[in-house]
């Protein structure tokens, strides 16, 4: 089993990355 410390840094990483494509998403559309 996958060490939880790992899967949350792994989800962290992808909610910040997601949140931030949001962010220049939003910023980019007129």
Known sequence: ????I???G???IN???G???LDLD???TP
């Open 1 to 4: 089993m996958l060490n939880p």
């Open 6 to 8: 790992s899967v949350t």
């Open 10 to 12: 792994d989800i962290g």
């Open 15 to 17: 909610l910040a990355a």
């Open 19 to 21: 949140i931030a494509d």
């Open 26 to 28: 939003y910023v980019g």
